[in-house]
């Protein structure tokens, strides 16, 4: 099965950007480890540079991805430029990257400009972490810490960042998404539900439901509010 090292820029002494007391390095750490937690679910081993707020140098974080066999090197990063001027998501491959790079930033920016981000395009840039790495490397931005309205996606749209960045990451390795399983239990029995999607718009979960019903399953709609 693949490995992945995961790579959260910044970090205890270095917050990053920082915008109304916001920080980069937190929200990069967050969301990170919740899309770790999903590739898990589906048998993908990841390590990660750093697990809480502690500075990680660029060094330490080359030198950890070089002492594993890794298949990709993903880094989590939010941009910043001037406070509420610019908005956008944008992903980074070195300027020598191989084509497995350049495969999987396409499909991780073409994810974060699915859920709403501005799309910035997928760049090339000389960062430490995308030369000094052995791996196929992508740096991911997801969008800008110092605009409100970004904020307001990342944080409004936070499970669908996990989920999409999750299938574009299993996409390049050629695995399925598979829809989490939930359970819950009554007077002591435990029953199991199976979801067959989840959608922003009412309309289209009906269209949904209704077509499990044609072919024949119990269906309904439930809603989840985050």
């Known amino acids: 099965m693949a ?19 916001r920080k980069e390095s937190e929200d990069n750490l967050a969301i990170g480890r919740e899309i770790a937690k999903e590739l898990r679910r589906h048998g993908i081993t990841v390590d990660e540079t750093r697990t809480a707020d502690v500075a990680v140098s660029l060094r330490q974080r080359s030198e950890f991805e070089s002492k594993g066999n890794y298949d990709y090197f993903v880094s989590f990063h939010r941009n910043a430029f001037k406070p509420e001027t610019v908005t956008r998501a944008e992903t980074f491959v070195y300027t020598k990257a191989s084509t497995k790079s350049k495969e999987l930033a396409e499909k991780i920016q073409n994810a974060l400009v699915g859920i709403g981000f501005i799309n910035r395009g997928a760049k090339t840039a000389n960062f430490h972490v995308l030369r000094e790495t052995k791996a196929p490397a992508v740096l ?43 359970t819950e239990k009554t007077d ?8 067959a999607g989840s959608y922003a718009v009412r309309k289209n979960a009906e269209k949904q439901v209704q077509k499990l019903k044609t072919a024949g399953f119990d269906a309904t709609i439930m809603v989840f509010n985050r």
């Open 3 to 21: 490995k992945i090292c995961f790579d959260y820029g910044h970090g205890g002494s270095d917050p990053g950007a920082v915008y109304k007391g």
């Open 140 to 182: 991911v931005e997801m969008g800008f810490i110092d605009n409100t309205k970004d904020n307001n996606l990342f944080d409004s749209k936070r499970k669908e960042i996990v989920i999409e960045i999750t299938k574009a990451m299993l996409a390049q390795l050629g695995i399925s998404y598979k829809e989490e399983l939930a």
């Open 188 to 195: 002591g029995q435990v029953l199991y539900r199976v979801m």
